[in-house]
């Protein structure tokens, strides 16, 4: 799928467009402004080999080399949110939301006739069949809007080429309606119905919540970590392929002008697979996993990080590792396992 025609379209739009920030909401130049901020911190690049590489001419062959580098890389936005279609990345909301509406109407509302109502906290059942702590929320998944930028900057040798691309949508929960509100056919792994497998934290002690079933419910107390587990959620699927929702995984690009280590699918509480930064509603310039244990901390994770529109936002950095090519790849010596 030719992906590339809207980086060169879609960012010089979005400089134009006269968006301007509001409470719960944030802006591409916001988001580039963030992610910039936090390079030194979440970025971690360093030389960590070398490749070898067979070059040929007509006449002889020679063995070149490569330094060989890795660093985390700002792969992808990823938005969790009340309303279907607001997006709080306001650009995104404005190309992206009357599509999601649309779609989600036309597969729940006409399909199935399930009313596609506003998401946010919801009160189930009656009696001791309450529930008040069940969450639902939108998810998106999107490239990052630094990605073009960062492409040029790898011609040079020195940063890795994403495997994602700036602006494009890889999930979408409003398409994805089926999946993401009915819970088909996510309720019936194995992980969706035995406790303690795939959990985000420290099972049974201390625990967010569960990646499985990867759908927008969840039953979490703290707002901002159920938001949170939707974005693991979102996460999980876009880095996987075959996955049973409808999306676009993310995936390498061929012919490029490096070798890469893809980072491989993204995994709960491993920072080796990838690392989030927060956004909105609080602007972070560190990254960390999702899970922290903050049973001994007055206010909890969630503290300072709740948003009054129940928007919010990450980067989604993920390591990658690379040499720029020279010819026919041979082989190649690490010095530092990476990630560190």
């Not at 802006?27 to 971690?44: G, H, P, W």
């Not at 893809?262 to 560190?286: K, N, R, Y």
Request: net charge negative; charged share 15%.
């Amino acid at each position: 799928m030719k992906r590339r025609f809207l980086v060169s379209n879609l960012l010089g739009l979005f400089l134009l467009l006269p968006f301007s920030a509001t409470s719960g909401t944030i802006t591409s130049t916001e988001i580039i402004t963030q992610t910039t901020s936090a390079a030194l911190s979440c970025m971690r690049w360093m030389p960590v080999g070398v490749c070898f590489w067979l070059r040929c001419s007509i006449y002889e062959c020679s063995v070149e080399t490569s330094i060989k580098v890795g660093h985390y890389q700002p792969d992808a936005v990823v938005s969790s949110y009340n309303e279907l279609g607001g997006n709080p990345w306001l650009e995104m909301r404005g190309i992206l939301g009357s599509a999601q509406r649309s779609a989600a109407n036309g597969l729940l509302g006409t399909l199935l006739s399930v009313p596609v109502d506003s998401a946010g906290n919801r009160t189930e059942g009656s009696g001791n069949r309450d529930h008040r702590n069940l969450v639902f929320r939108e998810t998106d998944v999107i490239g990052h809007p630094l990605i073009s930028l960062s492409g040029i900057v790898a011609s040079t040798g020195y940063l890795c080429e994403s495997e994602t691309t700036s602006f494009y949508p890889y999930f979408l929960s409003g398409l994805d309606a089926l999946s993401w509100r009915q819970e088909v056919p996510e309720i019936f792994y194995p992980a969706s119905l035995i406790p303690g497998l795939r959990e985000i934290g420290s099972w049974p002690l201390q625990t967010w919540g569960g990646v499985y079933p990867r759908t927008g419910w969840t039953t979490q107390a703290e707002e901002p970590k159920a938001a949170a587990i939707n974005a693991q959620r979102a996460g999980d699927i876009v880095t996987r392929t075959g996955q049973p929702h409808i999306y676009v995984p993310i995936s390498g690009s061929s012919g490029s002008s490096q070798k890469i280590w893809s980072p491989g699918p993204l995994v709960e509480d491993d920072p080796d697979t990838g690392e989030w930064q927060m956004l909105l509603p609080q602007a972070e310039s560190t990254c960390a996993v999702f899970g922290t244990n903050d049973l001994a901390s007055v206010n909890g994770w969630g503290g300072g990080r709740v948003d009054a529109e129940g928007d919010y936002v990450w980067n989604l950095w993920r390591p990658y590792s690379c040499c720029e090519r020279e010819g026919a790849f041979l082989f190649d010596i690490n010095w530092i396992s990476y990630p560190p």
